[in-house]
């Protein structure tokens, strides 16, 4: 069974940073994509960053500039570096990885770690 566990969420200041970490696990083919999501109160979720097997990367606007997301294959992992985090960052992240074989797409979700902004 697929288990999708991030880490390194927590409370920070604004100007301040913080790396997150998703490791996915009980496969035994590399995710094709893996993704980082959030949800703040009152708003839907929304794509943070993403980036595929080859490398390729998307950011929203908002945090473009600011967070870098990398992955590493041998491990599984994928990371969200977040700097000069602002008060609405504040959010649940949840990491996404997505799994394609021929026509099926399967995508498996972690719980979510909770970043919290202060001012």
Not at 78 to 103: I, P, R
Not at 111 to 119: E, F, K, M, P, Y
């Amino acid at each position: 069974q697929v288990q999708v566990v991030e880490s390194g969420g927590g409370l920070v200041q604004a100007g301040g940073s913080l790396r997150l970490s998703c490791v996915a696990s009980g496969s035994i083919f590399r995710f094709n994509a893996m993704g980082w999501y959030r949800q703040a109160p009152g708003k839907q979720r929304e794509l943070v960053a993403a980036i595929t097997s080859g490398g390729s990367t998307n950011y929203a606007d908002s945090v473009k500039g600011r967070f870098t997301i990398s992955r590493d294959n041998a491990k599984n992992t994928v990371y969200l570096q977040m700097n000069s985090l602002k008060f609405e960052d504040t959010a649940v992240y949840y990491c996404k990885c997505a799994l394609d074989q021929g026509v099926r797409h399967t995508e498996y979700w972690g719980r979510g770690t909770l970043v919290t902004v202060s001012s």
